[in-house]
């Protein structure tokens, strides 16, 4: 009995250190299969994906784009490019 206690103690201590790791942009950026992998699942369910995550992977795909770690046949259509942050554009009265 006091064996089973000890087991069964060690398994939920176990069980509760693994986490799955953290996303950030720059580790999703420097790891294409996971990206791909994750921007999928945000394509099909993304109605059953938290949006924090999605945006997490939208982002990591843009700076991948903007720091060129695309491989050569990465992006071989316009519709593949990831979308121009709004930051880019600069407002009407600023314009020449």
Do not use: K, N, W
Not at 21 to 47: E, F, G, I, K
């Amino acid at each position: 009995m006091r064996c089973a206690l000890v087991l069964s103690i060690i398994a939920v201590l176990t069980a509760c250190g693994r986490r799955e790791p953290v996303l950030t942009v720059d580790a999703l950026a420097h790891d294409p299969q996971r990206l791909y992998a994750l921007r999928q699942r945000c394509a099909v369910a993304q109605a059953h994906m938290d949006s924090a995550t999605c945006r997490v992977v939208d982002a990591a795909y843009a700076r991948r784009f903007f720091l060129g770690l695309g491989g050569a046949g990465e992006y071989q259509t316009l519709a593949e490019l990831p979308p121009i942050p709004a930051s880019f554009e600069a407002p009407q009265g600023d314009r020449p």
